[in-house]
């Protein structure tokens, strides 16, 4: 039943593969009208380029945290590892799981949602329609998942294939029919830079970072990557780097085709890019690709949160059925089917702009800013022969990375609340569960683990 029973059988190839289309999905699609919305013209690059800079800083704590410690789960393990198994990182680790119930589901919906809305550029689609096909989404990707890893990954590969195909094509279209003059018109007052503008950066970098979740997707499937000190980080950093270049380029070509004022309110922005340039039926083939793109996203972020309740429950501090390995094909079958009804339940209730500043403001205080305060505990606790990978200029980017984080949680203005609600009451039930085993803080057996 233990995370033994997993295979490595994942290689740098098919791990960068994984991220990437974890990170590209539905999101860029989806969200560039708003990005320009919150911060009109040119300058709405400057959101992407933020969203790429933190990407990249807290990348540099998800390597060092990866490589240490590569095992299913990923935040689960950092966060018990650094805080002490028996105290504090029980709670963190508890904190996490108890968020990623909610906001796992809460990302397979945005890329289900995301899918059936661009599916209504082909065909016509009502509500009802929409839900039933991000519904039909989300059952096909678990489908799929129900798998060896070692044929995961050649799956991976091919979805990767498009995710690149796709963008490189935008670009290339958007690159080869720019207008200079029209990208780079300035409305009035762009570089006023009062507080308004750094508030409307900051709504607008929410929407970005949204774009580059999932650089560290790999840390999930930790126990299943070979090399894991060596091929974790770099993934990672393959992956945000390439998918940096890529969206700024891919939203510099849109300004260049469609002006800024108009593409603010097109919401199939890539269809729309291929239509100006090529006609209404590579516009059809363009919004095929987008829906490649898109499947391929949730098919990579359900593998890596599957892995979390499994190595929670293999730890003894969630659910038993969670730990449960398919027989022969080696996978965590129980977690990925309870995950993949919970995200079909999301993606019927919810749409697309509730969820995308409520996954954020769920898990920014435990696992981005828990996570890289936890690296710095790390760093006075073990040796240096327990960290295989260390950042450069250590601590700067896990200070950085902590205070921008702050800064992106608190431009999520009301949601934020509800994270903290989550947060809480992720503590009371913790309290009283620990109550009802005597463990730490209220039972002699809590300390064992310290």
């Known amino acids: 039943m233990g995370g033994q029973q997993l295979e490595r059988g994942l290689g740098l190839a098919e791990a960068t593969a994984l991220n990437m289309i974890d990170m590209v999905g539905i999101g860029p699609f989806v969200v560039v009208p708003l ?38 789960g990923g935040s689960y393990v950092f966060l018990r590892e650094a805080y002490g198994p028996g105290r504090w990182g029980r709670l963190m680790s508890f904190l996490f799981i108890w968020q990623t119930m909610f906001q796992a589901p809460l990302v397979m919906a945005s890329a289900a949602i995301g899918f059936s809305q661009y599916a209504s550029y082909l065909v016509p689609l009502g509500w009802w329609e929409q839900k039933a096909v991000s519904g039909a989404v989300v ?11 070692d044929q995961i990954g050649k799956i991976s590969m091919v979805l ?30 762009a570089w006023d830079l009062s507080p308004a503008f750094f508030a409307a950066l900051g709504v607008a970098s929410v929407k970005t970072i949204y774009t580059y979740l999932g650089y560290y997707n790999v840390c999930h499937l930790g126990g299943e990557i070979r090399q894991p000190e060596r091929n974790i ?28 004022q108009e593409a603010r309110s097109t919401p199939f922005i890539a269809s729309a890019l291929v239509e100006r340039i090529y ?39 969630f ?13 965590p079958h129980v977690s990925l089917m309870a995950l993949g009804a919970t995200g079909l339940v999301f993606s019927l209730l919810f749409r697309l702009r509730e969820v995308i500043e409520a996954i954020l403001a769920m898990r920014i205080l435990v696992q981005f800013v828990g996570g890289a305060v936890g690296v710095m505990i790390l760093r006075k606790k073990w040796g240096r022969e327990r960290l295989p990978y260390r950042m450069w200029l250590y601590p700067a980017p896990a200070v950085t990375a902590i205070v921008l984080w702050l800064g992106v949680f608190f431009s999520t203005g009301r949601t934020a609340l509800a994270g903290l609600g989550v947060m809480a009451a992720g503590v009371a039930v913790f309290l009283a569960r620990a109550a009802v085993l005597e463990q730490w803080p209220f039972g002699q057996a809590a300390g064992a683990g310290q």
Do not use: N
Not at 252 to 260: F, H, K, N, S
């Open 35 to 72: 990005v320009i919305e919150a911060m009109p013209g040119p300058q709405c690059l400057l959101a992407w380029a933020a969203g790429g800079i933190v990407a990249l800083l807290d990348g540099c704590v998800w390597a060092e945290l990866g490589a240490a410690m590569p095992e299913a």
């Open 233 to 260: 980080p770099r993934s990672i950093f393959i992956s945000v780097a390439g998918i940096a270049v890529l969206y700024l380029v891919l939203q510099t070509a849109v300004l260049g085709v469609i002006p800024w």
């Open 319 to 331: 659910f038993r059925a969670f730990a449960r390995v398919h027989p022969t094909r080696h996978f």
């Open 139 to 149: 059952i096909a990707v678990v489908l799929l998942l129900y798998r060896r890893i």
């Open 279 to 317: 006609g209404t039926g590579a516009a059809k083939v363009a919004t095929g690709m987008v829906l490649w793109v898109a499947f391929g996203s949730l098919f990579a972020l359900t593998l890596g949160y599957s892995r979390v309740p499994y190595a929670a429950a293999v730890d003894g501090t």
């Open 160 to 189: 990767w294939a498009g995710v690149v195909a796709t963008l490189g094509w935008l670009i290339w279209g958007g690159l080869t029919h720019f207008h200079a003059r029209q990208a780079f018109t300035m409305p009035p007052g």
